[in-house]
């Protein structure tokens, strides 16, 4: 006859094992849930943000797909969830992950307007607002328009109605059609200024200088801001003081007006090895220089070589009381290749240069102190495999964070 002792181990071998079935489920459930939690897209972003105690901070929109767990629903679709995601500047390191818009749509049209001290302005199905330090939700349409009873029932749900300005605040037009700007330090809301009407030029000079201004706007305005082939964010040569910098082939160099009014992008997508140019340059009229006669700087060569611009604006990334200049290049033609940066001085003296984690950089944004990257690794095209990789202008150290 059996002991009850007997019985007893029995029955908690029987619960051991259903209590380890129970946990190897949930680590299984778990498990695939993360595996479907997999970053589909980067839907904006970078951008570079500033919490309250003044560090940069990089603001990145991620959307996934949730997908339906329950068998019993029919089609494949499940929720798009839409992240916002802070990553320290300085070391690329994840600060917090906030869920910004759940949404049934494929593509949930989400967008990153703009930032301010401690706060960053996302549309999502309509206007918000998000605490840094508090890393949630500050602020919805319903707030501000509790904060401002002007706006009740006025701001519209429609993207291209809101701008964000450091500078003035939101821009908005509202649902009966008044532009505005709310002052979002203040809360207080002030009419939009009227576009001021191009006066009719009095003379020859003010005509050249307003047709270079106009030139300068429309080069920033249609401007690569997410790239999609490699040195699309080089310039192709940069004035500083008395000095003109070129970053040219041979055969460009051959070819190279020797009237000078503002950097480019290189109009070629071949694979060109490029020098680094020099020339005393003089003003020549309004917004025009006169280039004297070229120098190469050095014998290096850069493959794809540019001078690496500042994400939309037409000028390069430099470091903070610096004239020297850095060099986007890469080290191979085809799907192998691997960015490098390089800083050089005006003499042509390599400070540093450094290979990064990334294929090619989709997006740049960049302060006084670091330069931040979004790209691919090496042979890679899925975009889940997107990351983030932050140098440090002084001394070309990096991090590197994936997204996924």
């Given at each position: 006859m059996e002991s009850g002792s007997s019985k007893g181990r029995a029955w908690l071998k029987v619960v051991a094992a259903i209590a380890i079935g129970l946990v190897a489920l949930a680590w299984l459930k778990s498990g695939a849930l993360l595996q479907a939690r997999?970053?589909?897209?980067?839907?904006?972003?970078?951008?570079?943000?500033?919490?309250?105690?003044?560090?940069?901070?990089?603001?990145?929109?991620?959307?996934?797909?949730?997908?339906k767990w329950n068998r019993r629903s029919s089609g494949s679709g499940g929720r798009e969830i839409v992240e916002l995601q802070l990553n320290r500047m300085s070391d690329a390191a994840n600060l917090a992950r906030i869920v910004v818009h759940r949404s049934g749509a494929r593509d949930p049209g989400v967008y990153l307007l703009g930032a301010e001290p401690d706060r960053i302005w996302v549309f999502a199905g309509g206007v918000r607002a998000f605490s840094i330090a508090r890393r949630e939700l500050e602020l919805d349409a319903a707030a501000i328009e509790t904060r401002v009873p002007q706006l009740k029932d006025q701001l519209p749900d429609d993207r291209k109605f809101y701008d964000f300005d450091a500078e003035s605040g939101l821009r908005v037009t509202t649902r009966d059609g008044t532009r505005l700007i709310l002052d979002t330090r203040t809360w207080t809301i002030a009419p939009q200024p009227e576009a001021t009407p191009n006066q009719p030029t009095r003379d020859a000079q003010e005509w050249e200088r307003s047709v270079q201004e106009w030139g300068a706007r429309t080069d920033e305005g249609t401007a690569t801001t997410v790239a999609q082939l490699p040195g699309e964010f080089g310039l192709d040569s940069w004035r500083s003081g008395e000095r003109w910098f070129g970053i040219l082939s041979a055969g460009e160099q051959r070819q190279y007006a020797r009237s000078w009014d503002r950097p480019r992008r290189h109009e070629s997508v071949d694979p060109e090895r490029r020098k680094v140019w020099t020339a005393p340059v003089t003003d020549s009229g309004p917004g025009r220089s006169q280039l004297g006669e070229m120098q190469a700087v050095r014998d290096n060569t850069y493959l794809r070589g540019g001078f690496l611009r500042d994400g939309k604006r037409m000028r390069p990334v430099q470091a903070k009381g610096?004239?020297?200049?850095?060099?986007?290049?890469?080290?191979?033609?085809?799907?192998?290749?691997?960015?490098?940066?390089?800083?050089?001085?005006?003499?042509?003296?390599?400070?540093?240069?450094?290979?990064?984690?990334?294929?090619?950089?989709?997006?740049?944004?960049?302060?006084?102190?670091?330069?931040?990257?979004?790209?691919?690794?090496?042979?890679?095209?899925?975009?889940?495999r997107a990351q983030l990789v932050s140098v440090k202008l002084s001394d070309g150290s990096f991090r590197a964070f994936e997204y996924n």
């Amino acid at each position: 006859m059996e002991s009850g002792s007997s019985k007893g181990r029995a029955w908690l071998k029987v619960v051991a094992a259903i209590a380890i079935g129970l946990v190897a489920l949930a680590w299984l459930k778990s498990g695939a849930l993360l595996q479907a939690r997999v970053v589909r897209a980067i839907a904006a972003g970078p951008l570079i943000a500033r919490d309250a105690a003044g560090e940069a901070v990089l603001a990145t929109l991620l959307t996934y797909e949730q997908p339906k767990w329950n068998r019993r629903s029919s089609g494949s679709g499940g929720r798009e969830i839409v992240e916002l995601q802070l990553n320290r500047m300085s070391d690329a390191a994840n600060l917090a992950r906030i869920v910004v818009h759940r949404s049934g749509a494929r593509d949930p049209g989400v967008y990153l307007l703009g930032a301010e001290p401690d706060r960053i302005w996302v549309f999502a199905g309509g206007v918000r607002a998000f605490s840094i330090a508090r890393r949630e939700l500050e602020l919805d349409a319903a707030a501000i328009e509790t904060r401002v009873p002007q706006l009740k029932d006025q701001l519209p749900d429609d993207r291209k109605f809101y701008d964000f300005d450091a500078e003035s605040g939101l821009r908005v037009t509202t649902r009966d059609g008044t532009r505005l700007i709310l002052d979002t330090r203040t809360w207080t809301i002030a009419p939009q200024p009227e576009a001021t009407p191009n006066q009719p030029t009095r003379d020859a000079q003010e005509w050249e200088r307003s047709v270079q201004e106009w030139g300068a706007r429309t080069d920033e305005g249609t401007a690569t801001t997410v790239a999609q082939l490699p040195g699309e964010f080089g310039l192709d040569s940069w004035r500083s003081g008395e000095r003109w910098f070129g970053i040219l082939s041979a055969g460009e160099q051959r070819q190279y007006a020797r009237s000078w009014d503002r950097p480019r992008r290189h109009e070629s997508v071949d694979p060109e090895r490029r020098k680094v140019w020099t020339a005393p340059v003089t003003d020549s009229g309004p917004g025009r220089s006169q280039l004297g006669e070229m120098q190469a700087v050095r014998d290096n060569t850069y493959l794809r070589g540019g001078f690496l611009r500042d994400g939309k604006r037409m000028r390069p990334v430099q470091a903070k009381g610096s004239p020297d200049l850095i060099i986007e290049h890469y080290t191979a033609i085809d799907d192998s290749a691997q960015m490098l940066l390089t800083r050089i001085t005006p003499e042509g003296e390599v400070r540093w240069s450094t290979i990064l984690p990334i294929k090619l950089p989709n997006t740049v944004c960049a302060t006084d102190e670091y330069v931040a990257f979004r790209g691919l690794p090496p042979r890679t095209a899925s975009l889940q495999r997107a990351q983030l990789v932050s140098v440090k202008l002084s001394d070309g150290s990096f991090r590197a964070f994936e997204y996924n």
